[in-house]
């Protein structure tokens, strides 16, 4: 793999994560991020959305008209949404996950994120790189939400993925860290650290 | 290629929203069976749940099948009253009412532009006596609609379960994910004869030393005023609508004669045979 190929799946993950250094996506992120299993949904989805989008528009890239462009990419991006939606609605196992994610998953057409790669990365690169950079972005993404997901469930709920952790010793479950407030304060401890890592993202 | 050009842009444009259209369509189609059967399962567990039959998380665990099933088992006769009180028609066992459909009657109930015709809500009798009934509203972001049970003397209330289509996680969204909310229902009994028959009250319902009076009454959630209220809405509605029927089906067998244990004669009462004929 060439080395342009790996930066374009790396760098999303940590350098240029969507969330902490491009501050992409962070509405959903408070909203779904309540528990482990809401948020890794969402990530997969995201990831989905994200990586075919791309995908397909990169393939479209010669043939869209530039005045209609974005048009056409709410079009494409608006069907996965809805694809992805159904497809959560069909299946027993995720039928009650995609209900309690309800608007959040409808809501991925608006995540910045999404339009964002495909404006700057899939109208202009051949259609594997595209396809990855988007599988990246949603997976710097997801993980953000997971390991944010990871302490508000475990603090807010005592539990992860729904099974009991902290519960089983007396802990009292902290009802603020289910409120989203807390999401913004723990996202925000997430940013600190990134840029204390990676100094060339301080402001002089 | 010029791909300014008007026409191609007309053609191009045109051509995607047919395509992504009729995939959707497709897509929507192909799916919508099992999308309702999760729906009806789903239906089912918080009707089970209402009625005390068990948990929603244990009836999520045992799957859709393992739900229908115990349904099947445990539910009596299912029939539509209006507001009167009067039976219309008897319902299908194997099916349930859909959200969709409770919007519908809701409109009924209410009145005003949207009413589709007379109302004709739903009365599911389980075998155990237990009586379950919906009822819809509007909380804060979208409906709120759950399912409220009663004891075999249709005063008192066994039980309640609570859905919502997007109430604030943490905040509106207790009224389903909390059971110490849907179990404050439990015990008390509804006013039918009075106009307000129930109330989500701020600042707690009237206790008397350590016994929660039983009465009409139960505490609201704190943070979560708009969608108590649009609950508490939604319950005098619905509650309001079913009185009649409540107040005629249930006061026969208050009659110390129809009482387990009780004296007296009940031969040619007509009312305790009506009751019966009811469960």
New interface residues.
């Given amino acids: 793999m060439d080395a342009k190929l790996k930066e374009t799946i790396l760098n999303p993950i940590f350098k240029g994560n969507p969330i902490t250094v491009l501050v992409l996506g962070i509405c959903s992120s408070l909203?779904v991020t309540?528990t482990m299993k809401g948020a890794l949904v969402m990530a997969l989805s995201v990831i989905v959305v994200t990586g075919i989008s791309s995908l397909i528009l990169s393939l479209l890239r010669?043939?869209?008209?530039?005045?209609?462009r974005i048009?056409?990419q709410l079009?494409?991006v608006?069907?996965m949404v809805?694809?992805v939606d159904?497809?959560l609605?069909?299946?027993?196992a995720t039928?009650?996950i995609d209900?309690q994610l309800?608007?959040y998953i409808g809501l991925i057409i608006t995540n910045c994120i999404v339009m964002g790669r495909i404006e700057a990365f899939a109208l202009g690169n051949k259609p594997w790189p595209s396809f990855l950079d988007g599988v990246a972005n949603g997976a710097g993404y997801g993980m953000i939400l997971l390991i944010v997901a990871f302490f508000r469930e475990l603090l807010g709920s005592g539990t992860l993925f729904g099974i009991d952790i902290l519960n089983r010793f007396g802990y009292v479950p902290n009802?603020l860290v289910?409120?989203?407030p807390f999401a913004l304060i723990l996202l925000g401890c997430i940013v600190w650290v990134q840029r204390s890592i990676q100094k060339d993202l301080q402001e002089k | 290629?010029n791909?300014?050009?008007n026409l191609?842009?007309v053609i191009?444009?045109t051509l995607?929203?047919v395509v992504?259209a009729a995939?959707?369509a497709f897509?929507?189609q192909s799916?919508k069976g099992?999308?309702d059967a999760?729906?009806k399962?789903?239906t089912i567990s918080q009707m089970l749940t209402a009625a005390q039959f068990g948990t929603k998380a244990e009836f999520?665990k045992i799957?859709?099948a393992a739900v229908l099933a115990k349904y099947a088992e445990e539910i009596g006769q299912a029939f539509t009253v209006n507001v009167n009180g009067e039976k219309v028609k008897d319902l299908d066992l194997t099916k349930v009412y859909s959200p969709k459909e409770l919007k519908r009657q809701n409109y009924n109930i209410k009145g005003g532009a949207n009413k589709t015709g007379e109302p004709e809500i739903p009365v599911f009798v389980f075998k155990n006596g237990k009586t379950v009934v919906p009822i819809y509203g509007a909380g804060l972001w979208g409906p709120v609609w759950g399912y409220i049970a009663f004891e075999k003397d249709l005063k008192t209330i066994a039980g309640a379960y609570f859905d919502h289509?997007?109430e604030t996680?943490?905040?509106g969204a207790k009224i389903k994910d909390d059971p110490a909310f849907q179990a404050e229902f439990v015990g008390e009994k509804p006013a039918f004869t009075e106009a307000n028959v129930f109330d989500i009250v701020k600042g707690g319902s009237p206790k008397e030393g350590d016994a929660e009076i039983m009465d009409n009454k139960i505490d609201a959630i704190t943070g979560a005023t708009m969608t108590s209220n649009g609950l508490d809405a939604a319950i005098d509605t619905w509650l309001g609508a079913y009185a009649k029927y409540f107040t005629s089906a249930a006061p026969a067998c208050e009659k110390a004669c129809c009482q387990e244990g009780g004296e007296g004669d009940c031969e040619g009462d007509k009312d305790c045979e009506n009751k019966e004929v009811e469960e």
């Avoid at chain 1, 010669?62 to 209609?68: A, F, K, L």
């Fill in positions: 909203a309540v010669n043939t869209i008209p530039g005045r209609v048009i056409v079009v494409v608006a069907m809805i694809l159904q497809i609605k069909s299946f027993e039928y009650a209900k309800s608007v009802n289910i409120l989203p | 290629m791909t300014n050009n191609y842009t191009y444009t995607i929203v992504v995939l959707l897509v929507s799916l099992k999308q999760n729906e399962a789903d999520q799957g859709n289509e997007s996680a943490g905040l």
